[in-house]
Nanobody
Framework: QLVESGGGFVRPGGSLKLSCDAT????????MSWHRQTPGNPRDVVAS???????KYADSVKGRFTIVEEAAKDAVYLEMNNLKPEDTATYYC?????????????WGQGTQVTVSS
């Protein structure tokens, strides 16, 4: 089970750090990612980190967001800087285990981020 926290209200240009409690998830076996969703739209990947530590970012957040794993705390973070109103969304943490061509996903419940002046 994944549990997100750290969402909230922030002014444009501000920062937030989202946390994902990934207790029970082995980062050696699971790729971790952050996704976001707005009402009526699909859930899009924002940032990901593979079991080998390779990170990827959506073009819209490159240079502003950073995904970080802290294995000692069983946690994954999404550090968000220079936030924009278009970053407003519900943010979800996901763990993916790939095995014999199948992907097994574990999702958190989401945390709301609102960027507004």
């Amino acid at each position: 089970q994944l549990v997100e926290s750290g969402g909230g209200f922030v002014r444009p240009g501000g920062s937030l750090k989202l946390s994902c409690d990934a207790t029970g998830i082995s980062f050696a076996l699971y790729d971790m990612s952050w996704h976001r969703q707005t009402p009526g739209n699909p859930r899009d990947v924002v940032a990901s980190i593979s079991t080998r530590g390779v990170t990827k970012y959506a073009d819209s957040v490159k240079g502003r967001f950073t995904i970080v794993e802290e294995a000692a705390k069983d946690a994954v973070y999404l550090e968000m800087n220079n936030l924009k109103p278009e970053d407003t969304a519900t943010y979800y943490c996901k763990a993916t285990h790939s095995w014999r061509g199948q992907a097994y996903d574990v999702w958190g419940q989401g945390t709301q981020v609102t960027v507004s002046s």
